[in-house]
């Protein structure tokens, strides 16, 4: 069952602005990852944060991890039309149990 | 970095007949394979784990008899959707488990896209 939960479910921003998205998740996890994916297409790994963490950087990336609220936010800066992409979180439990659970997704409309 | 084919990238069928879709890992070997299903605007609902050698587990809801899953080998895992119908139309995304890093990341297939008529 799915137990994340993006927010907002679409957000539309101007090019050059930050975007910033949220996800909460229910259980006790290892690690939450952040993807992307473009319109009927794969998903790509943007970056992976461990329990132990709170706040990891990639480029133009920064996600946050909040243990005690079960959150992580994924903030994008300095946007750019090519960001335009539905992105998920997606968290596995552990151990020998690598299953990832993926939350609903945000779609990320940049315009030029 | 690691490279996850799927075969084929879009398929249509009739209702009533079987259809597979392959996931290979190009560059390393994978004893775990991942199916999701997606449906349009919906995030990715994982399916069935796939381990070589040895029969899949599939999640809570999903018939095994409809969706075979099959890992025949390190690089290859294969899902056949049985007596097809419409409501199986979707976006069928496989991911491979690499564990030489430092974690045990997925890597995802680019999709296959299967419309039952």
């Known amino acids: 069952s799915q137990q994340g939960e993006e927010d907002p479910q679409a957000l539309s921003i101007q090019e050059g602005e930050n975007a910033t998205m949220n996800c909460s998740y229910k259980?006790?996890?290892?690690?939450l990852q952040w993807y992307r994916q473009n319109s009927g297409r794969g998903l790509v790994h943007l970056i992976l944060?461990?329990?132990?963490?709170r706040e990891k950087h990639s480029g133009r990336l920064r996600v946050t991890l909040d243990t005690s609220k079960k959150s992580s936010s994924l903030l994008i800066t300095a946007s750019r039309a090519a960001d335009t992409a539905s992105y998920f979180c997606?968290?596995?439990?552990?151990?020998?149990?690598?299953?990832?659970?993926f939350g609903k997704g945000t779609l990320l409309t940049v315009n030029p | 970095g690691a490279v996850v084919s799927q075969h084929p990238s879009w398929v249509i069928c009739k209702s009533g007949t079987s259809v597979k879709i392959e996931c290979r890992s190009l560059?390393?070997?994978?004893?775990?394979m991942f199916w999701y299903r997606q449906f349009p605007k919906q995030s990715l609902m994982l399916m069935a784990t796939?381990?070589?050698?040895?029969?899949?587990?599939?999640e809570q809801g999903v018939e095994k008899d409809k969706f075979l899953i099959n890992h025949a080998s390190l690089t290859l895992s294969t899902l056949t959707v049985t007596s097809a119908h419409p409501e199986d139309s979707s976006f069928y995304i496989c991911?491979?488990?690499?564990?030489?890093?430092?974690?045990?990341?997925?890597?995802f297939g680019p999709g296959t896209r299967l419309t039952v008529l």
């Open positions: 560059d390393f070997q994978a004893t775990t």
């Open positions: 944060i461990r329990s132990n963490e």
């Open positions: 259980t006790s996890i290892n690690n």
């Open positions: 796939s381990n070589e050698g040895s029969k899949a587990t599939y």
């Open positions: 991911s491979a488990q690499d564990y030489r890093g430092q974690y045990n990341e997925q890597f």
């Open positions: 997606a968290t596995d439990g552990g151990g020998s149990n690598y299953k990832l659970t």
